[in-house]
């Protein structure tokens, strides 16, 4: 498990509101992607406090025990995982207290160019947006769940 929280820019109560997003959590079982992105999110002021996780199922854990005011606002999830891949981590988010599905907005990022994915991805009710691998700063700026 990579399991990091992070504040960028120190611990009083302004700085933690400073970004877009309060919380974030990334999974990808690629660390190379989880330190390129959690860099630039960072770096772009999207969030303040970025959890990564390189196994969508220790992922499902924590938010099945996390409390709600600890909750990510956004969760960018990778599709390929070994174990559990993205749209396993889909059916088992549904199961997850209303509360919990309510307060987490989904983001899914692939290398995938695959239309069944893509058309995987956007028909489920979870998914707000459905991106391309490597995210860069023109992407994070157009992000708004």
Known sequence: MNST???SKGTNKQSVQSGR???VML??????????????????????KIQTYESAQE??????ICPVDELPNVI???????????????NAFEKL??????HCKVIMLSTSESFKDLN?????RFVK???NKPLSQDIIDAINV
Request: net charge negative.
């Open 97 to 102: 207290p209303q509360e919990v599905r309510n």
């Open 21 to 23: 997003y309060d919380k």
């Open 59 to 64: 992922a499902i854990v924590q938010l099945s």
């Open 27 to 48: 999974i990808d079982d690629n660390s190379i992607d989880l330190f390129i992105n959690k860099s630039l999110l960072e770096t772009s002021g999207f969030s303040t």
């Open 76 to 90: 960018f999830l990778d599709i390929m995982m070994p174990g559990m891949d993205g749209f396993e981590f889909l």
């Open 5 to 7: 929280i992070t504040k």
């Open 129 to 131: 947006k459905f991106l």
């Open 120 to 124: 995987k991805a956007n028909s489920n």
